[in-house]
């Protein structure tokens, strides 16, 4: 059994008008769902097996009343009261007892947004979540791992989870309602916006390119209550013409340890080679990124250097101006369909 899911396009603006459904933008596992009997399949956007890794959403499914279904939804990982990528990516491991372990201590959450059983695909969005809000009523009640992801119909609504989940929340999905399923397609009736946003941060080290002895990457740090510089992700976006100059400069500043807190490796003493270690800096830069979302204690993607903030002190960067914006998004799925 599988089924390429439909994708989405990158959008900048999100589509607006009455023809339009909105979603949140999970950042979890896609994950097509097939059950027929006993037997259930999940399957990765990739089409990989992916049951191994979730035995607890497998179990789930398998507790629901209805034998046959095709489900499209996003495998998530709630860790005290969020939302957890690295757990995720902790699932993928080669030893069943690990998962077993795993799944226990935090059970997974598959979000589940599409309903393809028999005809449904070539149906349109509007019927299709009709029909899905009918089944997860029949079948998710008192079921632990199911949940439903809500829809907006007006812009408004969708635009209050960002401002109310804020970096939480990896965006919204904007769907045509007269929309068929395309299976593997990437159609504009399907549009992802990110809620980009900036911070500014401490240059706390950087690592050499792979290929030539000037810089690949910016490592970036942001300062706790207690005072410790903890590494929260890296910028690679760093223009060509600008890398020698901007090579020396650092070398320059070149000091252990870079970071206090939370480290991205084992620094090296200025080594000339290229490795998995970075050369550590003086707190003394501080430049302004853009990111789509912070989880975890750090921003989940790379981010696009955007200036150098000469006006602020290192002191300036400091977690609260993320924290503000990373409330959970599972105030949007707490309880179970009804």
């Given at each position: 059994m599988?089924?390429?899911p439909?994708?989405?396009?990158a959008?900048?603006?999100?589509?607006?008008?009455?023809?339009?459904?909105?979603?949140?933008?999970?950042d979890?596992f896609?994950?097509i769902a097939?059950?027929r009997?006993?037997?259930?399949?999940?399957?990765?956007?990739?089409g990989?097996?992916?049951?191994r890794?979730f035995p607890?959403i497998?179990g789930?499914?398998?507790r629901?009343?209805a034998?046959?279904?095709v489900?499209d939804?996003?495998?998530?990982i709630p860790?005290e009261?969020d939302?957890?990528?690295n757990?995720l990516?902790?699932?993928?491991?080669?030893?069943?007892?690990?998962?077993?372990m795993?799944a226990a201590?935090?059970?997974?959450?598959?979000?589940v947004?599409?309903?393809?059983?028999?005809?449904?695909?070539?149906?349109p969005?509007?019927?299709?979540r009709?029909?899905l809000?009918e089944?997860?009523a029949?079948?998710?009640d008192g079921?632990?791992g199911l949940?439903?992801?809500p829809v907006?119909s007006?812009?408004?609504?969708?635009r209050?989870w960002?401002?109310?989940?804020?970096?939480?929340?990896?965006?919204?999905?904007?769907?045509r309602?007269d929309a068929?399923?395309e299976?593997?397609?990437?159609s504009?009736?399907?549009?992802?916006?990110?809620?980009?946003?900036s911070?500014?941060?401490?240059?706390g080290g950087?690592?050499?390119?792979?290929?030539?002895?000037v810089v690949?990457s910016?490592l970036?740090?942001l300062?706790?209550d207690?005072?410790l510089l903890?590494h929260?992700?890296?910028?690679s976006?760093?223009?060509?013409?600008?890398?020698?100059?901007?090579t020396?400069?650092?070398?320059?500043l070149?000091?252990?340890?870079?970071?206090t807190?939370r480290?991205p490796g084992?620094?090296?003493?200025?080594?000339?080679e290229?490795?998995?270690?970075?050369?550590?800096l003086?707190?003394?830069?501080?430049?302004?990124v853009?990111?789509?979302?912070f989880?975890g204690?750090r921003?989940r993607?790379g981010t696009?250097?955007l200036r150098?903030r000469?006006?602020?002190t290192p002191?300036?960067?400091?977690?609260?101006?993320v924290e503000h914006?990373?409330?959970?998004?599972?105030?949007?799925i707490?309880?179970?369909?009804?």
């Amino acid at each position: 059994m599988t089924m390429a899911p439909m994708e989405a396009l990158a959008a900048i603006a999100v589509p607006e008008g009455p023809e339009w459904q909105y979603e949140p933008k999970w950042d979890g596992f896609r994950c097509i769902a097939f059950r027929r009997g006993s037997e259930v399949e999940l399957r990765s956007k990739s089409g990989q097996p992916l049951g191994r890794y979730f035995p607890d959403i497998v179990g789930a499914l398998q507790r629901v009343r209805a034998k046959e279904f095709v489900l499209d939804g996003e495998l998530v990982i709630p860790v005290e009261g969020d939302l957890s990528f690295n757990d995720l990516q902790l699932r993928l491991h080669p030893a069943a007892s690990r998962v077993n372990m795993l799944a226990a201590r935090h059970p997974a959450l598959y979000i589940v947004f599409d309903l393809l059983t028999g005809d449904l695909p070539r149906r349109p969005l509007s019927e299709r979540r009709a029909k899905l809000e009918e089944f997860a009523a029949r079948n998710f009640d008192g079921i632990e791992g199911l949940r439903l992801s809500p829809v907006a119909s007006s812009l408004r609504d969708a635009r209050k989870w960002l401002r109310t989940m804020g970096g939480g929340l990896d965006g919204i999905i904007a769907k045509r309602l007269d929309a068929k399923y395309e299976a593997g397609e990437r159609s504009g009736a399907v549009q992802k916006i990110k809620s980009l946003r900036s911070a500014d941060c401490v240059v706390g080290g950087f690592r050499y390119a792979s290929s030539g002895k000037v810089v690949g990457s910016l490592l970036l740090g942001l300062y706790d209550d207690e005072g410790l510089l903890h590494h929260v992700g890296y910028t690679s976006s760093i223009a060509s013409a600008e890398k020698a100059a901007l090579t020396r400069k650092l070398e320059a500043l070149r000091e252990l340890p870079g970071f206090t807190g939370r480290s991205p490796g084992a620094p090296s003493r200025w080594s000339t080679e290229r490795s998995g270690a970075f050369e550590p800096l003086a707190p003394k830069l501080v430049a302004e990124v853009q990111y789509d979302h912070f989880t975890g204690g750090r921003f989940r993607h790379g981010t696009r250097f955007l200036r150098w903030r000469h006006d602020k002190t290192p002191a300036q960067c400091t977690m609260r101006q993320v924290e503000h914006e990373t409330r959970s998004p599972l105030g949007l799925i707490t309880s179970a369909a009804r």
